[in-house]
């Protein structure tokens, strides 16, 4: 079955640091892949989407690049900031089944 | 209201009982979703309506869970028999249609003693 791994947290970063968080993902055919955000006290948000090779999603100054080759979607951002801090969660989902499947999630901590 | 209303935010249960719980998705929205959230793990799908109906029923655990939608619009979903590994948020969502993003609700975090 399909299946998403995220690299573990947290991740503390100083604030302006570049940030990486990993996502590989194990899927028959050409999934759909989503980063979701979940800020304190807040639902999921999508952040990002992709829906096909070499798409790079973007938002919020954060950038995603689907990789089949690499069967990756790793979430970048060139400078976080304090207000980046939350849960990022990478997914992905087939044309379909709309079900989504999710990674365990990444809690990233931005120090001033 | 302007999002994905899900109640109670908090529910504690004894092991045995029945507990429901209740998403009111964003008005017009079609299609609706149930997940499960354990203590730091990513969502796991239960249940899809499109519409009254259950589209897509394979992520239930067991028999225990039921889910309904009779109007198209609130869900309830259902769980008898509790037990303490139940204990997780449930996450409802809605989207406007099967091709455009869910939007979350903040879910109903469950507890069974």
């Known amino acids: 079955g399909d299946s998403v791994t995220q690299m573990e947290g947290p991740v503390t970063l100083s604030e302006e640091a570049f940030l990486t968080i990993n996502c590989t993902y194990t899927?028959?055919?050409?999934?759909?892949l989503f980063w979701y955000v979940q800020y304190p006290g807040e639902g999921l948000q999508l952040l990002l989407k992709?829906?096909?090779?070499?798409d790079k999603g973007s938002n919020k100054g954060f950038e995603a690049t689907y990789r089949k080759e690499t069967t990756s979607f790793h979430l970048e951002k060139g400078s976080v900031q304090v207000s980046d801090s939350a849960v990022y969660f990478c997914?992905?989902?087939?044309?379909?089944?709309?079900?989504?499947?999710f990674g365990s999630g990444t809690r990233l901590q931005v120090q001033p | 209201g302007a999002g994905v209303s899900q109640t109670p935010s908090n529910k504690v249960t004894e092991k045995g009982k029945y507990v429901e719980l209740r998403c009111d998705p964003i008005?017009?929205?079609?299609?609706l979703y149930w997940y499960r959230q354990s203590l730091g793990q990513g969502p796991e799908f239960l249940i899809y309506?499109?519409?009254?109906?259950?589209?897509?029923d394979s992520g239930l655990p067991n028999d225990r869970f039921f889910a309904v939608r009779p109007e198209g619009s609130v869900s309830t979903l259902k769980i008898q028999r509790t037990e303490r590994g139940d204990s997780a948020v449930y996450l409802c969502?809605?989207?406007?249609?099967?091709?455009?993003?869910?939007?979350f609700g903040q879910g109903t975090r469950l507890t069974v003693v």
């Open positions: 969502a809605s989207s406007k249609d099967e091709n455009t993003e869910a939007f």
């Open positions: 899927a028959t055919g050409y999934p759909s």
């Open positions: 992709a829906t096909k090779a070499d």
């Open positions: 997914a992905l989902s087939h044309t379909g089944r709309r079900a989504l499947t």
């Open positions: 008005s017009g929205h079609t299609a």
């Open positions: 309506f499109q519409g009254t109906g259950a589209a897509d």
